[in-house]
């Protein structure tokens, strides 16, 4: 069973921007908050940036502040991330992940995780 799915990872230049979409399938994330983390290969799991689910309360790390947007579509059952601005260091493996405890940025609070998708930013 798949519940979360990520998309729209990929190679772009500094200075450029991309937008990332997690859908959930399988079931609904009613009530869920969700959030993004990304890792870099011999660096620890990074939170990026959170969402709750009725109130649309968002939470950014300092590494992205000004420069990512998160939001979601209830609807759809979708959470995006659109990133500008990008730098090399913003280089990772984004994940999506979501909660019914509200927005943590500790990992492991989440309970569910989408597979991931590779950003990667050139200087």
């Known amino acids: 069973q798949v519940q979360l799915v990520v998309s729209g990872g990929g190679l772009v230049q500094a200075g450029g921007s991309l937008r990332l979409s997690c859908a959930a399938s399988g079931r609904t994330f009613s009530g869920y908050a969700m959030a993004w983390f990304r890792q870099a290969p011999g660096k620890e799991r990074e939170f990026v940036a959170g969402i709750g689910w009725s109130l649309g309360t968002t939470y950014y790390g300092d590494a992205v502040k000004g420069r990512f947007t998160i939001s979601r579509d209830n609807a759809k059952n979708t959470m995006y991330l659109q990133m500008n601005s990008l730098k090399p260091e913003d280089t990772a493996v984004y994940f999506c992940?979501?909660?019914?405890?509200?927005?943590?940025?500790?990992?492991?609070?989440?309970?569910?995780w989408g597979q991931g998708t590779q950003v990667t930013v050139s200087s």
């Open positions: 992940a979501a909660n019914q405890l509200g927005i943590r940025t500790s990992g492991t609070s989440y309970d569910y």
